[in-house]
């Protein structure tokens, strides 16, 4: 595997960052991008998106907070787009309070659900920037994004990927607090908590571990890895 943008997060896991990250991939007919490797499993993206609102659901604390995403319109509308996966998994939702983004990495594994697909969570996005390596000013510092949330917008893969949308925004499965509104992130590679009527929705599955890959390719648009779905 090629390793242009790939780089350590923690002890197990690997993320791809900034603007020419070679984490091409095709899945069977759709094409996607890889956006982390942990334990061996990698995190995919894919390309096509669904347009369309993430509808409220009534909720009165976290109990409620689990299913929200899985009883959404925007849940079936990429159910139908892509058919049902068969690899059920655990996503990790991140949990955002109003007036402090870093909540979101602070108690990023006390918010996640089962489910075979979701969209990015608000970390997926902030970790695909360059700038988390960074050393000086313009770092992206994940322990203290309320900050340098502007910084992680710079150089990131994520920032405008899609393909069919169109919207000024992309859906994230973290949710902002306990209201029926959910993180967003736009195409200008700002962040936003406003409940926004319309955006964009790309789906994320996590690949099975004995997946079969091809390596010829090298991760780059032209040559992505391919997976054998068979």
């Not at 509808?55 to 049902?84: C, H, I, M, P, Q």
């Amino acid at each position: 595997m090629g390793d242009t943008g790939l780089i350590r997060d923690g002890d197990d896991g690997y993320i791809f960052v900034g603007t020419n990250a070679n984490n091409y991939i095709r899945v069977g007919s759709k094409n996607g991008r890889i956006i982390s490797i942990i334990n061996g499993i990698a995190k995919v993206i894919l390309e096509d998106v669904v347009v369309g609102p993430f509808d409220k659901v009534a909720a009165s604390g976290s109990s409620n907070e689990e299913s929200r995403f899985l009883k959404s319109t925007l849940y079936n509308s990429l159910k139908l787009k892509y058919n049902a996966m068969d690899y059920t998994s655990k996503f990790v939702k991140g949990k955002f309070i109003t007036g402090s983004y870093n909540n979101d990495i602070k108690n990023i594994e006390s918010q996640s659900m089962n489910s075979t697909f979701a969209i990015p969570s608000l970390s997926d996005y902030l970790k695909a920037s360059s700038k988390i390596k960074s050393t000086g000013s313009d770092k992206c510092d994940l322990s203290n994004i309320t900050s340098t949330i502007d910084k992680c917008s710079i150089d990131n893969w994520m920032t405008a990927y899609g393909k069919g949308g169109g919207s000024n925004c992309h859906w994230t499965l973290t949710p902002n607090g306990n209201l029926n509104q959910y993180v967003t992130y736009g195409s200008r590679g700002n962040v936003s908590t406003n409940y926004t009527t319309i955006c964009d929705a790309n789906m994320v599955i996590y690949l099975n571990k004995k997946a079969k890959v091809n390596v010829s390719g090298n991760g780059t648009y032209d040559k992505p890895y391919v997976l054998d779905v068979r």
